[in-house]
């Protein structure tokens, strides 16, 4: 019972603990963020709280500053180990001229910047699907060893630009990691109105690649089933379609009710499941984390969070003009 | 008859094919579809094949030619057009499937040149944003301009040119085509000169600078004023003016028309005045001496068949000479319907080209201003213009006894280049006769 | 200086640009081994290898999505979609991706793809073959939609497409590959997007526009001058964003405007370049800004009188632009 699961796969006792020290900003980022919604400080919220294991486990099977991420508007756990801070998720937040994705142009969650590896992203589901082939393909011609990771939610699966991509990427056998973060509903439809197959891991089949199934809501395993689709990535042997299961804990955004589609108690039972609550379970469990180290690490979160607040909230908006600015190159 | 084989297009966008092999020759016997040639293109190599069944009569293009969409490539000769019971029907040109490759305009597009409709309407013109702007910046006043656009539109390319020229100057701006316009013009004069036509200058005085001295007022010239100006001095100039004229005793006439004039003012709403009595009289003189009624064409005279009676009608500032049609089939209750109709129309401005075309005579009432006596101005092309004076009553000696009778004068100019003093005094003369003959025997209608 | 057709002009632009640059590559539907269905990329799969003149999958969303995501790494890819017919799929990635890119990362990532698609009629293409779909990206802010009418310009203009920092659309009219031929230098030049190109000059009329009716109008201008009716002709090249200066310019200059596209006439290119001209040339205005164009129906049909119809050609330019000269 106290093995150290994390050892198995490669992950040293200092990783684990920043996947989970990445985990907690990720869910207290989103929940401040809520607040502030509800305060009418931000117009809006799109959440990660449920995915944080499995964005924080991709992201650390792959090389920050290396690689490359089409991520998808959840995944703010996966873009925090790649660089981005609370500031910068508060900047973009409150549409302040700082924010590092769009400058104050696109909503919450449409994460993006060179900086970090990070190609923008649009509001049309599952576009940047095409955009992470490309990359790998640009990444093969340029001889370089990259790998492209490129997420979106279950629904989007059904979308064109998915089977286009992944067909591209299987017959040209590209390093492109195709990252399903299923966490049961597009909006309000669920899984079983989305897919007629059993998970969307099945999908990868027809495409010449294998898709794999995992427990999302672990990010040893997240971690485990990346690293090797990196592996295979990197080794010329083509793309992977990873299924991540998991639960979306919250309303789909700040503008949804979730109660209308789905009943409390199984929003209760799921929590439960919160990866959270059970990675640090396992953290405490092998010893990695007491009471105390857990308090302060919540408290460097906190002062993280609350630093990103005040500092977002006083930052300047962008100017009026700058509307006019950056339609082509200039 | 011999089937023309075309090139056919093989493929979207290919324009041209190269023979590379024939697979017939001259005499060969083919059936429909069998295949022709190996024709490689652009984008395909393909078999042609035959759309008829016949023999090789000619190969036209030979072997490695490259030859565009559409060109005659070979000759059949269809086996039915032999056998006597084909139709001649028997499509000429079938085959290739296709169109030309490139769609050249059917040479005999013909050149439509551009009617000048002219302004008849001037009032209702409507500029364009353009020439409204142009003719502000450089004062230009778009009522003396004559467009050449559709219906007569001034288009900017009109005002352009008087602006290229210099600006809209009184003495330059309206050139020759402003002589369309259709205004002719009657000397209103009670001047008499000589008879004798003058010699025409030989050139008109244009750029004698004439001092404007101060409290003078400068009258801009309109277009209509330019126009009969113009006219004026192209009759006075071409047609060698002679004038003469009779007095005719009209007191029969006077006493006939006012004891007709109440009931023919109730039955035809008309007031009945002397003018068509003497159109009337005219008329029926001109029929009597067509020569009056014709025109110099330079190198012959021509004899109008028509009597078309034109008639001066002023406005307050300009001159008009509508024309009353066919006057010589109308009695004097249909002349006097003209008269009225023409008259009302030109103080409305509403007269068409066609009234104003085709009169062969002109008849001037200078009597309604009171003028005894006048020298008319020809209106060309027509060869004479007679004006009646006004009705006075004078002291007359009749059978060697004073009488006070109504006398009229008969005022005529004519152009001495087609009648001479004989055949106008004999004219004048039978006007006279009739005029003196109105009486109660005399039909208005 | 050669004569060559306006396909090998294309052709000759990418290679040149190929050996120039190695990070252009070109991907799309049966441009490798087949060198394109109307041949546009004939012999290069030759000179640059399968690497670099891939043959894609059959899916349009594709071939422009992987190209925009090759072009935000730093490539300066070449996506060719068969038809212009066929692009809707891709409609999604070009207008909400490849347009939006820059501005939406503020200036942070841009997407230098050019996509190439044959469009227009003529050619017997019926419905799916032979459509003018330039309007639908014409007011797409972030995309540069080219349009060139002769073989020197569309050289110069995809040489300057592969190597424009935004995304270029890039449109070419089918009936223009081997019908249109004309000198093209040998030398590396670029012409500049954006810019109009007076192609005659003339006093009386001013007729705007691109494409294979471009040459439409010329002929027709050639014809009317031995009428002594003066026609200017503009190529608009590039139909987003226009060339304002020179519509403006071109329209004042005889104050009488015809338009003329083989897009249909609602809400075509013609509509925005009539709205330039009289927004700012009112007052040179001599006549009604006149438009001929494509009729407002579905697409071109194949019966070969009704394809004639739909097309058109010198003498029907020739009757507007003298009914114009005419006003």
């Known amino acids: ?330 | 008859m011999a089937t023309k084989v075309l090139m056919p297009q093989l493929g979207e966008s290919v324009t041209e094919g190269t023979i590379s092999k024939w697979l017939v020759n001259v005499g060969d016997t083919v059936k429909k579809y069998d295949s022709l040639a190996e024709v490689t293109t652009d984008k395909v190599n393909a078999e042609v094949p035959s759309t008829v069944s016949g023999r090789v009569t000619e190969i036209v293009v030979p072997e490695g030619e490259t030859v565009a969409v559409g060109t005659l490539i070979l000759y059949i000769e269809e086996s039915g057009a032999e056998g006597g019971t084909a139709a001649p029907a028997s499509t000429p040109e079938t085959t290739a499937p296709q169109a030309p490759a490139t769609e050249q305009p059917k040479a005999a597009t013909p050149a439509v040149s551009i009617q000048q409709a002219p302004v008849i309407d001037g009032p209702k013109q409507r500029y364009s944003p353009a020439v409204v702007m142009l003719s502000q910046q450089h004062g230009i006043d778009l009522s003396r301009v004559v467009g050449t656009g559709a219906g007569g539109r001034i288009t900017r390319k009109d005002v352009q040119a008087i602006i290229d020229a210099g600006g809209q100057k009184p003495a330059e701006t309206v050139k020759e085509t402003v002589v369309q316009e259709p205004v002719a013009a009657v000397e209103q004069s009670t001047i008499v000169s000589t008879p004798v036509p003058s010699a025409p200058a030989s050139t008109p005085a244009v750029s004698v600078e004439i001092p404007v001295a101060s409290g003078d007022q400068v009258v801009p010239v309109t277009s209509i004023r330019r126009t009969i100006a113009n006219r004026m001095v192209q009759s006075k100039h071409e047609a060698p003016h002679a004038w003469t004229m009779v007095e005719v005793d009209v007191t029969n006439l006077v006493n006939f028309r006012n004891q007709a004039k109440g009931e023919f003012a109730k039955k035809e709403g008309l007031n009945l005045t002397f003018l068509p009595f003497f159109i009337k009289a005219v008329v029926e003189a001109l029929k009597e001496y067509p020569m009056i009624n014709s025109t110099w064409a330079h190198d012959k005279i021509i004899v109008k068949k028509d009597i078309n009676i034109s008639i001066a009608v002023a406005t307050e500032d300009a001159l008009y000479v509508p024309v009353i049609k066919h006057a010589d089939q109308k009695s004097i209750l249909g002349i006097a319907k003209a008269v009225d109709d023409l008259a009302a129309r030109t103080r409305a401005g509403k007269l068409t080209m066609d009234d104003m075309t085709g009169g062969t005579f002109t008849v001037n009432n200078t009597g309604s201003f009171g003028s005894v006596l006048s020298q008319p101005i020809i209106n060309a092309p027509q060869a004479a213009i007679l004006s009646v004076e006004s009705i006075v009553k004078r002291p007359v000696v009749i059978n060697d006894m004073i009488a006070v009778r109504s006398m009229v004068n008969l005022c005529m100019s004519l152009d001495h280049r087609v009648l001479d003093g004989l055949i106008c005094g004999r004219f004048l003369q039978s006007v006279k006769q009739k005029l003196e003959n109105v009486g109660p025997n005399t039909k208005l209608y | 200086m050669a004569v060559i057709s306006f396909i090998d002009a294309i052709t000759m632009a990418m290679r040149e640009e190929m050996r120039r640059d190695s990070n252009v590559f070109i991907l799309g539907e049966d441009v490798g081994v087949r060198g394109g269905v109307f041949r546009a990329t004939n012999g290069l799969i030759d000179e640059f290898g399968e690497e670099r003149v891939i043959d894609t999958p059959l899916a349009e969303s594709a071939i422009v999505g992987v190209g925009i995501g090759a072009a935000a790494y730093g490539m300066r890819p070449i996506a060719e979609i068969q038809f212009a017919d066929f692009i809707m799929p891709a409609v999604n990635q070009i207008v909400s991706e490849a347009a939006k890119m820059r501005y939406r990362s503020n200036n942070d990532w841009h997407c230098p793809i050019t996509i190439r698609a044959p469009f227009g009629g003529g050619v017997h293409g019926a419905l799916y073959h032979s459509q003018s779909v330039e309007a639908m990206f014409t007011n797409t802010p972030g995309l540069k939609v080219v349009a060139p009418s002769t073989p020197y310009d569309a050289k110069g203009l995809l040489k300057a497409a592969i190597r424009d920092e935004d995304p270029v659309l890039f449109f070419e009219h089918k009936r223009c590959y081997r019908l249109i031929k004309g000198e093209v230098p040998e030398d590396d030049y670029v012409l500049p997007i954006g810019k109009a190109d007076v192609k005659r000059e003339g006093t009386d009329i001013t007729v705007i526009s691109y494409g294979l009716t471009l040459h439409f109008c010329l002929q027709a201008a050639e014809k009317l001058a031995q009428e002594g009716i003066s026609a200017h002709v503009l190529d608009l090249r590039t139909l987003y964003p226009l060339d304002k200066e020179a519509i403006v310019e071109a329209a004042s200059k005889t104050g009488k405007v015809l338009i003329v596209h083989e897009d249909n006439k609602e809400g075509g290119v013609g509509g925005e370049v009539a709205a330039i001209v009289a927004e700012h040339c009112l007052f040179d205005l001599d006549a009604p800004i006149k438009r001929l164009c494509g009729p407002d129906v579905p697409a071109m049909p194949y019966s070969p009188p009704m394809e004639k119809y739909f097309m058109l050609n010198p003498e029907k330019v020739l009757e507007a632009m003298r009914e114009l000269a005419n006003f």
């Open chain 1, 1 to 330: 019972m106290t093995t150290k699961r994390h050892e198995q796969v490669g992950l040293t006792d200092a990783q684990v603990l920043d996947m989970y020290y990445y985990m907690l900003l990720a869910r207290k980022i989103d929940e401040r963020q809520w607040l502030l919604n509800r305060a009418g400080k931000v117009p809006f919220v799109i959440s990660c709280q449920g995915q944080e294991a499995a964005q924080v486990g991709a992201a650390f099977a792959m090389e920050k500053d290396r690689d490359f991420l089409c991520p998808y508007y959840r995944d703010l756990g996966l873009v925090l180990v790649f660089g981005q801070t609370a500031r910068d998720c508060m900047l973009s937040a409150f549409a302040k001229a700082e924010d590092p994705n769009s400058g104050g142009r696109q909503m919450p969650g449409h994460f993006g910047g060179k900086k970090y590896n990070i190609l923008t992203g649009s509001s049309p589901v599952t576009t940047q699907v095409p955009h992470a082939v490309g990359m790998a393909l640009a990444g093969r011609m340029k001889q370089k060893d990259f790998v492209v990771y490129a997420s979106f939610g279950e629904g989007s699966s059904n979308q064109g630009d998915f089977h286009e991509g992944a067909n591209f990427a299987g017959v040209h056998k590209l390093p492109v990691i195709f990252f399903c973060e299923n966490n049961k509903y597009a909006i309000s439809v669920p899984l079983n109105k989305q897919l007629a197959c059993e998970s969307v891991a099945d999908r990868a089949i027809g495409y010449g690649f294998p898709g794999i199934s995992v427990d999302g809501n672990d990010p040893i395993e997240v971690y485990r089933v990346m690293k090797e689709a990196v592996e295979r990535a990197r080794s010329g042997q083509g793309p992977t379609l990873i299924e991540a299961v998991m639960y979306r804990l919250v309303p789909h955004s700040s503008d949804d009710d979730d109660r209308v589609y789905r009943t409390r108690e199984e929003v209760e039972e799921a929590k439960k499941k919160d990866p959270l609550i059970v990675f640090a379970a396992y953290l405490r469990e092998i010893g990695l984390l007491d009471e105390h180290k857990e308090a302060d690490m919540l408290a460097r979160v906190q002062l993280e969070v609350d630093e990103a607040t005040e500092y977002a909230e006083t930052a300047p908006y962008p100017t009026p003009e700058s509307t006019m600015t950056y339609v082509y190159g200039e």
